[in-house]
């Protein structure tokens, strides 16, 4: 196998969702580890210590003072899901135009 | 008769002299607020001072309202942590839907006329190709974005009391994946032919109920039968799509209602399921024995 040939199996239309999910998925495990990494050694953290257990209010990120600890869903996250719509109707459409979906020719049982 | 009615004009107009200066006064003095006419009430119920009880009012009668509950943990809807993927899964769900019912009048599962798919491809349907890429890409982006939404099983509050939530999320996930499926096969090309050759040997080699089982002809190595599974698949198609928007409005929206995530965690998955209410961080000291 040469290059051009793997770029040509890489490149195919319908592989491009399983290379674009190669790095989506590497970031994404690096994000969640790192994540559930802070919330555990803020766990070590309180558990070595009562008291701040009882007084810290259990994230792994700061929390300003004066900030409500609920937030009403407009504006607040609704707001970031309708930007991610956006994106993502933005992403759709550049890769719909750019890119078709691949079509073979007719189903045919004695072709293999 | 007649005097009663020239009195009663003459008392009309009179009275229209004074009425009409103070009503059109009135009206004067309205356009100069227009936020107290009645067009503007209707559509703005309430005022939008920044207190709690206009926060709540402007929630509560607006749409928004279904979509997710009145208030959220502010760490719940914290966009580091959701990722936003079960809004974006769920708006390519209507985005499939949406472009699905138009694909579906162009579509004809026949033998004998030309691919529909192809038909729908080239130009005599206007925007045909744009849609037909649409449908396939979306449910390909789709697919990325429920795995991605899976991630929230790190979570201990997943783990611990958002169990029927995640069982609901796990049949929505097999869903999509045989929405994908089917919808693979559609075409009737080479592409999907293969694709279903493969599926029914797979389901074909199932212990007890492959072969052997209860649905054993359906899984047979006939190729002319395969060659009509496309006709099957429509329908399937069409069913599990259904099946997944009633089970995801139904089910997995509304018990999200009483879903709030915190956190992830590397350990502890299953020691924390017995933990009482639910926090982003759980010490070992806070952990309930489960109760046998």
Redesign the interface.
């Known amino acids: 196998m040469d290059w051009k040939q793997l770029w040509e199996i890489l490149s195919a239309a319908?592989n491009v969702?399983i290379i674009?999910?190669i790095p989506?998925?590497a970031f994404?495990i690096y994000?969640?580890?790192k994540?559930?990494?802070a919330?555990?050694v803020?766990?070590d953290q309180?558990?070595g210590d009562a008291a701040l257990?009882k007084t810290h209010h259990?994230?792994?990120w700061p929390f300003k003072p004066g900030?409500?600890?609920?937030?009403?869903?407009?504006p607040?996250?609704?707001r970031?899901?309708f930007l991610?719509?956006i994106i993502?109707?933005i992403?759709?459409?550049v890769?719909?135009?750019t890119?078709?979906?691949?079509?073979?020719?007719?189903?045919?049982?004695n072709?293999t | 008769m007649v005097e009663r009615l020239k009195t009663g004009v003459k008392e009309d107009l009179e009275s229209l002299k004074t009425d009409l200066p103070a009503k059109a006064k009135e009206q004067v003095e309205l356009l100069k607020k227009p936020t107290k006419t009645q067009v503007y009430t209707s559509i703005f119920r309430h005022k939008h001072d920044d207190t709690p009880r206009n926060r709540a009012l402007g929630v509560l009668s607006k749409p928004s309202s279904s979509i997710s509950i009145r208030q959220n943990n502010r760490d719940a809807v914290r966009y580091s942590y959701t990722w936003g993927m079960g809004g974006i899964t769920f708006y390519l769900f209507i985005v499939l839907t949406l472009t699905g019912v138009l694909l579906m009048f162009y579509y004809h599962p026949s033998k004998v006329q030309p691919s529909a798919t192809s038909f729908i491809s080239n130009t005599m349907v206007p925007f045909g190709k744009l849609l037909r890429n649409m449908h396939r890409w979306a449910a390909h982006l789709m697919v990325i974005a429920v795995e991605l939404h899976m991630f929230v099983f790190f979570s201990p509050l997943v783990q611990k009391t958002a169990r029927v939530h995640w069982n609901v999320g796990v049949i929505l996930l097999v869903l999509t994946l045989l929405l994908s499926f089917t919808g693979y096969l559609l075409p009737d090309d080479q592409l999907g032919f293969w694709a279903v050759t493969v599926g029914t040997n797979m389901a074909r080699a199932t212990p007890l109920l492959g072969h052997e089982g209860p649905f054993g002809s359906m899984f047979g190595h006939d190729a002319v039968q395969m060659t009509c599974a496309f006709r099957p698949s429509r329908r399937l198609h069409r069913g599990r799509q259904r099946a997944s928007s009633l089970l995801h409005l139904a089910l997995h929206r509304h018990s999200h209602h009483r879903f709030h995530f915190h956190g992830f965690s590397t350990s502890g998955a299953f020691v924390r399921m017995a933990a009482s209410p639910p926090r982003p961080v759980v010490l070992d000291s806070e952990v309930k024995e489960a109760k046998k």
């Open positions: 319908d969702p674009a999910m989506l998925l994404y994000l969640a580890w994540q559930a990494r919330n555990d803020l766990i309180l558990a257990a259990r994230k792994a900030w409500a600890k609920e937030v009403h869903v407009w607040f996250p609704l970031i899901e991610a719509a993502v109707t992403i759709l459409m890769w719909s135009i890119l078709n979906a691949p079509l073979e020719e007719p189903a045919n049982p072709l």
